[in-house]
């Protein structure tokens, strides 16, 4: 499977800033998605990072509030703005390498904490 | 809305017995289901599939039952082992909705040694 890295692993951040969360993969993958886990929670999905277009945001989730990018097929960022104390999750990426919509696995995460 | 969930929020066995793991799901129209595995700190971990057209798949020491009648899946983890203690979510999918995942709402296991 592909080898997913995010940065940075964890960040403790101020309420009112923007942080943005790097996903890079070590091949080309077909598919890029961000999920939130929020405290002790299951895992919802975000959006679909799409290259070259815009992302495709679930319901609940806003671009204004979740600005995604993927250039390219192997690299994605989700920037969480203006944030509070409810935005305090893990941060996760996960790729769809092959065709199969079941082959999908996920990076390790980032935990972010909003004071 | 539709919703994938777990019967038990925390499963604890002894080590060396065999763990079932239960979700329940709601949407007849899921094409596949996974099971992930998330240690602390980390993120999921995929363990196995499954597509609705099958009702059984064997991994290394893990097997999973779909049964589309009860709409209802579960894992078997074999011998289980202290570092099989993790929180087992499964997920299901839609094979025309682009890979998007909906993910039940976890079950912890407790390996006690």
């Known amino acids: 499977s592909a080898v997913i890295s995010q940065k940075p692993s964890r960040d403790i951040c101020q309420r009112g800033t923007s942080l943005t969360i790097q996903c890079q993969v070590d091949?080309?993958?077909?598919?890029m998605f961000w999920y939130r886990q929020q405290p002790g929670q299951s895992l919802t999905l975000i959006a679909t990072?799409?290259?070259?277009?815009?992302?495709?945001?679930e319901s609940g989730f806003v671009i204004d509030k979740f600005p995604i990018s993927r250039p390219n097929l192997t690299f994605s960022t989700l920037t969480v703005s203006n944030m509070s104390p409810e935005d305090s999750s893990i941060y996760l990426c996960?790729?769809?390498?092959?065709?199969?919509?079941?082959?999908?696995?996920f990076g390790p995460g980032t935990r972010l904490t909003v004071t | 809305g539709e919703n994938v969930g777990l019967h038990l929020p925390t499963l604890s066995v002894q080590e060396g017995d065999n763990s079932i793991i239960n979700c329940a799901y709601s949407n007849s129209a899921s094409d596949y289901f996974i099971w992930y595995k998330q240690e602390s700190g980390k993120g999921p971990q995929f363990i196995i599939d499954?597509?609705?057209?099958?009702d059984k798949r064997q991994g290394q020491r893990v097997t999973v039952l779909l049964n589309k009648t009860v709409k209802h899946l579960s894992l078997q983890i074999a011998a289980t082992q202290p570092g099989d203690s993790a929180v087992y979510f499964c997920a299901e999918g839609f094979s025309g909705n682009t890979g998007k995942l909906i993910f039940g709402q976890g079950t912890t296991l407790q390996v006690k040694p």
């Open positions: 996960s790729v769809q390498q092959g065709l199969l919509p079941y082959e999908q696995y």
């Open positions: 091949s080309q993958v077909t598919m």
């Open positions: 499954i597509r609705s057209n099958m």
């Open positions: 990072a799409n290259q070259g277009s815009e992302a495709t945001y």
